[in-house]
């Protein structure tokens, strides 16, 4: 008996978690007199890859693919730039001190985007950073900057302080040390923090909404086409841009980790 | 102590500077906004609260967010226990399955949002079958507002959020000892009484910290409602953006972030109200 | 790992700086994608050819142009050389001198452009945009639906409200469909009805308004449930997906509808008329260059090629698109002249909306009434002349 309600809840589970994604597929892969009627079929009864030419043929999607890595890219430069060297002035104050600013950090994320993304879209039309790629990157450092110094943060205190100590005996100043001895130490714990700070912008929707109109990144495709209700499209394009978050989050399962998630993965 | 760490400090502050600057800045520009009149720019003036006050979708949008946080929470909560508790057991293809349920933290907001409007259309594929199954012959039209509405949006959000809360409690539940649970097992203690009495007080650290990150996420909703019910059904952050966006208001946009902050802020200081008590690192 | 991040670093400035070699013209249009294709594949390339360059086209909705363009023009790095923009959306651009003025280009206009359509284009006695697409709503309905009930096309409001009746009764779910989404298209919408009722739709509170928003009360528990998210776009899939059987839209649907989706059932009309008169409101877009565009000779180029008599043709007959040229019909295929004749038929009825500064508010007001009234019950005159106050204080603003 209870083996079989166990059985029950398991099933169930997956099927909640499959269909959505099931549909997606589904769709993108299906001939539009099967989907476009009353009643739209559950099973996969044609398939066709017309949805998936027009995606990737029709030269629409070079735009915003280049929009979104560019901008991905450029953030996460822009918070290994600023987040290496706070993360290792962290891992090095004291604990207490170090504690109370990472909650800080933490907390900034807490505020809503449309609090911050209204305010600034205004002064971009003004300064005319609105619609570019550098205002977007500017907002999507905001966004990642705090998962990026976390991640940053608990592999530099990974790194032994022996191995410094050493080196400031020799006279080696604090930022010569970190340039020599802790980044490449740290090599893999900074490459974690690069990707789940790539993928913090990839997928990044509410800022992006407010500072990108006519050069959209490819979540703003998505939304676009859900608009127009062109059921196919969407379905292709959010395909493309669901494929490399979940090879990542496959890859990198054991970083997601419940304290690393804490508010900061959720795209 | 600032001449030790000299250095650190120099090296923190860009990283401060960069988030402070970017959130105080346009966090004091926004509140400005609030407090300027809508309709002629005066400052500093309550207009602009006072128009969203007496507008009805306003409050709408407050209640939607309201209902939505509450019922979502006690939901994804009820909902995460019991994968978490699914995942407790050992049975073959555990690995599988709770890699199976981190599928959602790999699919985008808005592509879960794309998803869930081929489910909730209404010539969707819920409505088609619950129609094969027999159990309605008129589709229901799910997006097209009331509470139906908001069930269909929090199912949406729940779909992409309950495996972070399934984590925090696993990892809750993993921390406690199997000791403790055998004993309660050979004391012939019936599942149900073991989860009361032995698992939740064990878990209410977890459970807190489940809830506030996510009360607070839950708060600032914003791209589901706005792919899935766009204008029909409003939340707080939705209002806002289509104040600003769709009628060229600034003035009453910024009032209705100013009240979504509010609650926030009012969450945060629960939430460290909670750290401080019960002393949970981050 | 570590060789895969400086790899995509790299693989991303690529894609960013691989630069053009080519002369660009950079147009900005807000369409569908079946329109998006036959630009693509029909229009752009003959010119592109010709002008030897390569033109990047852009899809922006009508209502964000306006914020980019500010912001364009304010910085002066203007990025777009030209733009269609909806024929409702023109007045703040052409106050906050954002736009080329083109009035000395308008001796290029061909002589068979309708003369209507150039003087809507004027602002102050300047000419700041080029006609080039006008557009007028005509009425589709599933004929073999109405047959099945044994319904005639409704000639006027009552009728409507009677086949609005048969269908909820006999299908246990209206299906009427009704642009109730919001935005510009219900605010376009109800303006026509407003109209065909005898009213003025810029006071909201008149007794055409009043007869209209008090029949709409009436008529929605019989409208589509879908009518809540129907817009120009979406309605074309839900009439495709027999979840409509009447609607009223843009002529470009018939491509999509019929063609597209092989849904040969469908007919078209040009409308029913309201207790005072037959109405429709004449939409569509014309062509602006931004100010300080830096191919500016190249893009006046660009709009004489797309005014030119080859092209309006091609408009017509891939796209369905109603002419600025009344001599462009010539190529229209068989199976589509019924629908033009729908179309002409309608633009005999055809009003113009008054370009008001406070168009934007009428937008927002009329459809906050509308969803209080309609959706939510609220009581008819009360509102509306809460909603005519509101926009009184906002004309007083600009």
Same mark, same amino acid.
């Given at each position: 008996? *209870?083996?079989?309600?166990?059985?029950?809840?398991?099933?169930?589970?997956?099927?909640?978690?499959?269909?959505?994604?099931?549909?997606?597929? *589904?769709?993108?892969?299906?001939?539009?007199?099967?989907?476009?009627?009353?009643?739209?079929?559950?099973?996969?009864?044609?398939?066709?890859?017309?949805?998936?030419?027009?995606?990737?043929?029709?030269?629409?999607?070079?735009?915003?693919?280049?929009?979104?890595?560019?901008?991905?890219?450029?953030?996460?430069?822009?918070?290994?730039?600023?987040?290496?060297?706070?993360?290792?002035?962290?891992?090095?104050?004291?604990?207490?001190?170090?504690?109370?600013?990472?909650?800080?950090?933490?907390?900034?994320?807490?505020?809503?985007?449309?609090?911050?993304?209204?305010?600034?879209?205004?002064?971009?039309?003004?300064?005319?950073?609105?619609?570019?790629?550098?205002?977007? /990157?500017?907002?999507?450092?905001?966004?990642?900057? +705090?998962?990026?110094?976390?991640?940053?943060?608990?592999?530099?205190?990974?790194?032994?302080?022996?191995?410094?100590?050493?080196?400031?005996?020799?006279?080696?100043?604090?930022?010569?040390?970190?340039?020599?001895?802790?980044?490449?130490?740290?090599?893999?714990?900074?490459?974690? #923090?690069?990707?789940?700070?790539?993928?913090?912008?990839?997928?990044?929707?509410?800022?992006?909404?407010?500072?990108?109109?006519?050069?959209?990144?490819?979540?703003?495709?998505?939304?676009?086409?859900?608009?127009?209700?062109?059921?196919?499209?969407?379905?292709?394009? #959010?395909?493309?841009?669901?494929?490399?978050?979940?090879?990542?989050?496959?890859?990198?399962?054991?970083?997601?980790?419940?304290?690393?998630?804490?508010?900061?993965?959720?795209? | 102590?600032?001449?030790?760490?000299?250095?650190?400090?120099? =090296?923190?502050?860009?990283?401060?500077?960069? %988030?402070?600057?970017?959130?105080?800045?346009?966090?004091?520009?926004?509140?400005?906004?609030?407090?300027?009149?809508?309709?002629?720019?005066?400052?500093?003036?309550?207009?602009?609260?006072?128009?969203?006050?007496?507008?009805?979708?306003?409050?709408?949008?407050?209640?939607?967010?309201?209902?939505?946080?509450?019922?979502?929470?006690?939901?994804?909560?009820?909902?995460?226990?019991?994968?978490?508790?699914?995942?407790?057991?050992?049975?073959?293809?555990?690995?599988?399955?709770?890699?199976?349920?981190?599928?959602?933290?790999?699919?985008?907001?808005?592509?879960?949002?794309?998803?869930?409007?081929?489910?909730?259309?209404?010539?969707?594929?819920?409505?088609?079958?619950?129609?094969? %199954?027999?159990?309605?012959?008129?589709?229901?039209? $799910?997006?097209?507002?009331?509470?139906?509405?908001?069930?269909?949006?929090?199912?949406?959000?729940?779909?992409?959020?309950?495996?972070?809360?399934?984590?925090?409690?696993?990892?809750?539940?993993?921390?406690?000892?199997?000791?403790?649970?055998?004993?309660?097992?050979?004391?012939?203690?019936?599942?149900?009484?073991?989860?009361?009495?032995?698992?939740?007080?064990?878990?209410?650290?977890?459970?807190?910290?489940?809830?506030?990150?996510?009360?607070?996420?839950?708060?600032?909703?914003?791209?589901?409602?706005?792919?899935? /019910?766009?204008?029909?059904?409003?939340?707080?952050?939705?209002?806002?953006?289509?104040?600003?966006?769709?009628?060229?208001?600034?003035?009453?946009?910024?009032?209705?972030?100013?009240?979504?902050?509010?609650?926030?802020?009012? #969450?945060?200081?629960?939430?460290?109200?909670?750290?401080?008590?019960?002393?949970?690192?981050? | 790992?570590?060789?895969?991040?400086?790899?995509? =670093?790299?693989?991303?400035?690529?894609?960013?700086?691989?630069?053009?070699?080519?002369?660009?013209?950079?147009?900005?249009?807000?369409?569908?994608?079946?329109?998006?294709?036959?630009?693509?594949?029909?229009?752009?390339?003959?010119?592109?050819?010709?002008?030897?360059?390569?033109?990047?086209?852009?899809?922006?909705?009508?209502?964000?142009?306006?914020?980019?363009?500010?912001?364009?023009?304010?910085?002066?790095?203007?990025?777009?050389?030209?733009?269609?923009?909806?024929?409702?959306?023109?007045?703040?651009?052409?106050?906050?001198?954002?736009?080329?003025?083109?009035?000395?280009?308008?001796?290029?206009? +061909?002589?068979?452009?309708?003369?209507?359509?150039?003087?809507?284009?004027?602002?102050?006695? *300047?000419?700041?945009?080029?006609?080039?697409?006008?557009?007028?709503?005509?009425?589709?309905?599933?004929?073999?639906?109405?047959?099945?009930?044994? %319904?005639?096309?409704?000639?006027? $409001?009552?009728?409507?409200?009677?086949?609005?009746?048969?269908?909820?009764?006999?299908?246990?779910?209206?299906?009427?469909?009704?642009?109730?989404?919001?935005?510009?298209?219900?605010?376009?919408?109800?303006?026509? $009805?407003?109209?065909?009722?005898?009213?003025?739709?810029?006071?909201?509170?008149?007794?055409?308004?009043?007869?209209?928003?008090?029949?709409?009360?009436?008529?929605?528990?019989?409208?589509?449930?879908?009518?809540?998210?129907?817009?120009?776009?979406?309605?074309?899939?839900?009439?495709?997906?027999?979840?409509?059987?009447?609607?009223?839209?843009?002529?470009?649907?018939?491509?999509?509808?019929?063609?597209?989706?092989?849904?040969?059932?469908?007919?078209?009309?040009?409308?029913?008329?309201?207790?005072?008169?037959?109405?429709?409101?004449?939409?569509?877009?014309?062509?602006?260059?931004?100010?300080?565009? *830096?191919?500016?000779?190249?893009?006046?180029?660009?709009?004489?090629?797309?005014?030119?008599?080859?092209?309006?043709?091609?408009?017509?007959?891939?796209?369905?698109?109603?002419?600025?040229?009344?001599?462009?019909?010539?190529?229209?295929?068989? $199976?589509?002249?019924?629908?033009?004749?729908?179309?002409?038929?309608?633009?005999?009825?055809?009003?113009?909306?008054?370009?008001?500064?406070?168009?934007?508010?009428?937008?927002?007001?009329?459809?906050?009434?509308?969803?209080?009234?309609?959706?939510?019950?609220?009581?008819?005159?009360?509102?509306?002349?809460?909603?005519?106050?509101? %926009?009184?204080?906002?004309?007083?603003?600009?």
């Amino acid at each position: 008996m *209870k083996k079989f309600v166990f059985l029950i809840l398991l099933v169930f589970a997956v099927i909640f978690i499959l269909t959505p994604v099931y549909l997606m597929v *589904k769709i993108s892969l299906s001939p539009p007199a099967e989907i476009l009627r009353q009643h739209p079929s559950l099973g996969m009864e044609g398939v066709t890859l017309k949805h998936w030419k027009t995606v990737l043929f029709s030269g629409q999607i070079w735009p915003p693919l280049r929009k979104s890595l560019t901008v991905a890219a450029l953030s996460v430069i822009f918070s290994l730039l600023l987040g290496i060297p706070g993360a290792y002035a962290l891992s090095r104050l004291p604990f207490k001190l170090s504690s109370a600013i990472l909650l800080f950090i933490f907390l900034s994320r807490m505020i809503p985007e449309i609090e911050i993304a209204l305010p600034i879209s205004i002064s971009f039309i003004r300064i005319g950073l609105l619609d570019t790629d550098l205002g977007l /990157t500017m907002a999507h450092t905001l966004r990642i900057l +705090p998962i990026v110094t976390w991640i940053l943060v608990s592999s530099f205190k990974t790194i032994p302080k022996d191995l410094e100590d050493a080196a400031f005996m020799d006279g080696c100043s604090k930022v010569r040390s970190l340039l020599t001895i802790v980044i490449p130490l740290a090599l893999p714990g900074i490459a974690v #923090a690069a990707i789940f700070g790539f993928l913090g912008s990839w997928d990044e929707f509410t800022y992006a909404v407010y500072l990108a109109i006519a050069n959209k990144t490819l979540p703003l495709v998505v939304y676009y086409y859900i608009n127009r209700a062109s059921f196919f499209l969407a379905s292709s394009y #959010a395909t493309v841009i669901t494929i490399p978050v979940i090879i990542v989050t496959y890859a990198l399962q054991k970083y997601l980790k419940a304290e690393n998630l804490a508010g900061a993965v959720k795209g | 102590m600032m001449r030790k760490y000299f250095t650190e400090v120099l =090296l923190l502050m860009p990283l401060l500077l960069y %988030l402070l600057g970017f959130t105080l800045v346009p966090m004091a520009y926004a509140t400005i906004l609030a407090f300027t009149n809508y309709l002629n720019g005066t400052f500093p003036s309550l207009a602009s609260f006072s128009y969203i006050f007496s507008h009805f979708q306003f409050k709408e949008a407050v209640f939607n967010t309201l209902f939505i946080t509450l019922v979502g929470l006690t939901l994804e909560l009820l909902l995460g226990l019991g994968l978490a508790l699914l995942l407790l057991e050992r049975f073959r293809g555990r690995r599988f399955f709770r890699a199976l349920m981190l599928l959602p933290l790999g699919i985008p907001t808005i592509v879960v949002a794309s998803n869930m409007r081929y489910l909730f259309d209404t010539n969707g594929f819920l409505n088609e079958i619950l129609y094969r %199954l027999g159990i309605i012959e008129i589709p229901l039209n $799910w997006m097209g507002g009331g509470l139906h509405t908001l069930f269909s949006l929090v199912i949406a959000d729940m779909w992409k959020v309950t495996p972070l809360v399934m984590l925090i409690l696993l990892a809750g539940l993993e921390s406690i000892s199997r000791e403790v649970l055998e004993a309660a097992e050979i004391d012939g203690a019936s599942y149900l009484k073991r989860l009361r009495f032995i698992l939740l007080p064990l878990l209410k650290p977890f459970i807190t910290m489940a809830l506030i990150i996510r009360g607070i996420d839950a708060f600032r909703i914003f791209e589901l409602p706005l792919a899935l /019910t766009g204008r029909t059904v409003r939340v707080l952050a939705t209002y806002s953006f289509f104040e600003y966006r769709e009628f060229g208001n600034p003035n009453t946009s910024a009032a209705s972030a100013a009240i979504l902050m509010v609650m926030i802020l009012i #969450a945060i200081a629960v939430y460290m109200k909670v750290i401080k008590q019960r002393e949970i690192s981050l | 790992m570590r060789k895969f991040i400086p790899l995509l =670093l790299l693989a991303a400035f690529c894609l960013s700086s691989c630069g053009p070699m080519q002369p660009r013209l950079r147009v900005v249009m807000g369409l569908g994608e079946v329109e998006w294709k036959v630009m693509r594949e029909e229009i752009f390339p003959p010119f592109e050819k010709e002008a030897g360059v390569k033109i990047q086209a852009i899809q922006m909705e009508a209502g964000d142009l306006p914020q980019v363009l500010e912001a364009q023009v304010r910085a002066g790095k203007v990025k777009i050389d030209l733009f269609a923009q909806d024929n409702m959306q023109l007045v703040y651009l052409a106050n906050k001198g954002l736009i080329e003025d083109l009035s000395d280009q308008e001796k290029e206009i +061909p002589k068979n452009v309708i003369p209507a359509l150039i003087q809507a284009c004027k602002f102050k006695e *300047k000419l700041f945009f080029m006609p080039y697409r006008p557009n007028v709503q005509i009425t589709y309905y599933n004929r073999k639906k109405f047959n099945q009930y044994d %319904l005639e096309p409704p000639r006027d $409001w009552d009728e409507l409200l009677s086949a609005a009746i048969v269908f909820k009764r006999e299908e246990k779910v209206g299906k009427i469909l009704f642009k109730a989404y919001g935005g510009v298209p219900t605010a376009t919408q109800l303006y026509e $009805w407003i109209v065909s009722a005898g009213g003025d739709p810029l006071s909201i509170n008149d007794a055409g308004c009043i007869r209209t928003f008090t029949f709409l009360q009436k008529l929605w528990p019989y409208l589509s449930p879908d009518s809540i998210r129907a817009k120009f776009d979406t309605s074309n899939e839900y009439l495709a997906r027999d979840s409509a059987y009447l609607m009223q839209n843009w002529p470009f649907g018939v491509r999509i509808i019929i063609e597209e989706y092989g849904k040969k059932e469908i007919s078209t009309y040009h409308g029913f008329s309201g207790p005072v008169r037959e109405a429709h409101v004449v939409g569509g877009e014309v062509l602006g260059v931004p100010k300080g565009s *830096k191919n500016k000779e190249l893009a006046l180029r660009f709009i004489r090629y797309l005014q030119s008599k080859e092209v309006q043709e091609k408009l017509v007959s891939e796209l369905g698109w109603p002419s600025i040229r009344s001599d462009a019909y010539g190529t229209v295929p068989k $199976w589509m002249k019924p629908h033009f004749r729908s179309v002409n038929g309608a633009l005999k009825h055809g009003v113009f909306r008054k370009n008001v500064t406070y168009w934007n508010e009428f937008v927002k007001y009329i459809n906050e009434a509308f969803v209080e009234i309609v959706t939510r019950g609220a009581p008819v005159k009360r509102t509306l002349d809460f909603y005519h106050k509101q %926009l009184e204080a906002a004309k007083r603003r600009t």
